[in-house]
């Protein structure tokens, strides 16, 4: 039987956004090589990372501090991976798919995203499942849900030695980032909002 603070709190939802972004990899891959088709899949797929990212850093991460032994390290070591993550979007996003290098980012974004969604999945969210109160999984869940609409779609990669410090977007990027994906149709040929 589910356990439904997993499937009703932040754990659920984060999977939920796994396995929705393994599908639109899996649409990528179905895709012909260097077609339209396959940009509007990977600008997709980068609006749907850049908000996972962003309510990560701004509910998950938090709580892993909070709750987990060694929270700080594991929390530092998932900024560390979005940061990589939101590189490879950010080079991507400056592509052609009909470049060489647009595969080769692919490949690259799709191994960073598997390695970090498996670590979550099978590391650190039973720890934080273990000890977080289920109440407070729920409440970090509707969080998620109320933030991933308005989140930022936009990749910006941290400086280097920011990467610990946490999120450093300004309050209305998400708005600004939403206004500019409409104007250029971003991500909505593939299915977007």
């Known amino acids: ?40 899949l990977a600008d997709r797929v980068t609006i749907d990372l850049v908000r996972h990212g962003a309510v990560e850093k701004e509910h998950l991460y938090p709580a892993v501090r909070r709750y987990l032994p060694r929270g700080t390290a594991w929390a530092d070591r998932g900024l560390a991976n979005h ?46 499942q273990a000890v977080c109160p289920a109440a407070e999984l729920r409440e970090l869940g509707e969080k998620v849900r109320a933030d991933r609409p308005t989140a930022p779609t936009r990749p910006r990669p941290p400086a280097p030695q920011a990467e610990s410090a946490g999120p450093a977007v300004l309050p209305g990027t998400g708005l600004l980032d939403r206004v500019r994906d409409i104007l250029t149709r971003r991500g909505r040929r593939a299915g977007g909002p």
């Open 1 to 40: 039987m589910p356990d439904d603070t997993q499937d009703s709190g932040i754990i659920g939802e984060l999977t939920a956004d796994h396995r929705a972004v393994q599908q639109l990899f899996d649409r990528i891959r179905a895709a012909a090589p260097g077609s339209a088709e396959r940009k509007d």
């Open 83 to 128: 940061a990589g993550i939101e590189r490879v979007l950010k080079e991507l996003d400056q592509r052609r798919p009909d470049e060489g290098e647009f595969d080769g980012l692919l490949v690259e974004l799709v191994t960073l995203v598997t390695a970090h969604s498996v670590e979550e999945e099978q590391r650190l969210f039973p720890l934080l």
